[in-house]
């Protein structure tokens, strides 16, 4: 695995935080970054690689990144607010661990900015985020991973557990109504006003399960987990709510693992034409089984499948030639709605671009591959 540490390290020394070699879709456009989920995910990892290597390089990478778009007032240069869209609360995650490890005040700052957005986001009926100001009424399972676990580590440090409810319900509703009794997995969004061009009349829900979408659900109930105060008994029922959940959806997907130990763009329909195993997705699970096991959600025998999934994706993705390294494999961007250009069909999931060095894959991976060295030390 000592290739995963090279590969890691070329990207890091390639990118700045004007133009993070990891955020392709940035790249395709031309322009530089601003404060985005992407960056947010790939920082997370470096982090993560930090704390278990506790090699300075890391973290100074990370800090410069993240130092460079906070101000000194905790205004976020690239983020507003009133945009209200779910996925930029994410790289805030970052933040609570820069502030720990810094004592930099305007990242506490920025933690209270970016926590002000929780507050003004427009809700469902069901009391649900929606995912994004343009997409009324839609809940997302990326949305979960997004907001949730920065949502439940404020609480927990910074306002004395006052909407653990409120977080623990909007998962309540998520495990109630997109989840198919059939199999166990879960839908990739609801309208729940059942208006969207792409949903389900009936149910509000789409029609697929997208790999990478299931991932995040996946991890935004581990993290989510891990940010709860466990000692506190007057939350128990709900923390076992999500342990039941995160166990049962583990071990849905097992029963789709393919043999090279990865997992198909659309989970349920392996060797359907044009679907293809795919490398975000395969990450996140082979993290979340991993970090399930290390936090006793699930037992030792766990480790084997994610080990599995792990040694697939490098077999197959990791390039290592005269052009240098990349990991290949990665679904771009997948999503619902968009001027009706995303219906959410299985031939919407196979008609979107497949790249290298995304960080919705590599960040994963790298988490993957910590969870890894924690075992091992």
Not at 10 to 31: A, Y
Not at 152 to 179: P, S
Not at 287 to 295: C, F, M, P, Q, S
């Amino acid at each position: 695995m000592d290739a995963v540490v090279k590969y890691i390290d070329e990207l890091l020394e390639k990118s700045t935080p004007q133009c993070p070699m990891w955020n392709i879709e940035k790249l395709k456009q031309g322009n530089t970054s601003g404060w985005n989920y992407i960056d947010g995910c790939m920082i997370k990892a470096v982090l993560a690689m930090y704390a278990i290597t506790k090699d300075e390089k890391y973290f100074k990478f990370a800090d410069e990144f993240i130092d460079y778009r906070v101000k000194e007032d905790g205004t976020i240069d690239g983020y507003d607010i009133h945009e209200q869209n779910i996925d930029n609360v994410n790289a805030g995650k970052t933040l609570f661990e820069l502030y720990d490890l810094t004592g930099k005040e305007k990242y506490r700052k920025a933690i209270d900015l970016v926590y002000s957005q929780i507050g003004i986001m427009p809700r469902t009926k069901s009391g649900n985020f929606w995912h994004k100001k343009i997409y009324p009424q839609q809940v997302w399972l990326d949305g979960l991973y997004m907001g949730q676990p920065f949502y439940m580590e404020y609480e927990t440090k910074f306002n004395n557990k006052k909407n653990y409810k409120d977080i623990f319900n909007q998962f309540r509703f998520v495990i109630n109504n997109m989840k198919n009794p059939l199999n166990g997995l879960y839908f990739h969004a609801m309208d729940t006003s059942r208006e969207a061009f792409w949903c389900d009349k009936q149910t509000g829900l789409s029609q697929c399960v997208w790999l990478r979408a299931s991932g995040w659900y996946a991890m935004a109930l581990l993290d989510t987990l891990e940010k709860t105060d466990i000692n506190d008994p007057e939350y128990a029922d709900d923390r076992k709510m999500l342990e039941d959940a995160f166990k049962e959806l583990i071990d849905s997907m097992l029963k789709y693992q393919h043999e090279s130990g990865m997992w198909y763009q659309v989970v349920n329909y392996g060797g359907m034409d044009k679907n293809y195993l795919e490398t975000s997705g395969s990450s996140i699970f082979a993290y979340a089984i991993l970090k399930g096991v290390r936090l006793g959600y699930l037992s030792e025998d766990y480790r084997t499948y994610a080990e599995k999934a792990i040694d697939g994706i490098t077999t197959k993705y990791l390039r290592v030639d005269e052009n240098g390294m990349g990991l290949g494999g990665i679904c771009l961007v997948a999503g619902l709605g968009g001027a009706g250009r995303r219906p959410g069909t299985y031939d919407y999931y196979m008609s979107e671009p497949i790249v290298e060095d995304d960080a919705k894959g590599v960040g994963p991976f790298l988490l993957a591959y910590t969870e890894l060295l924690m075992y091992k030390k």
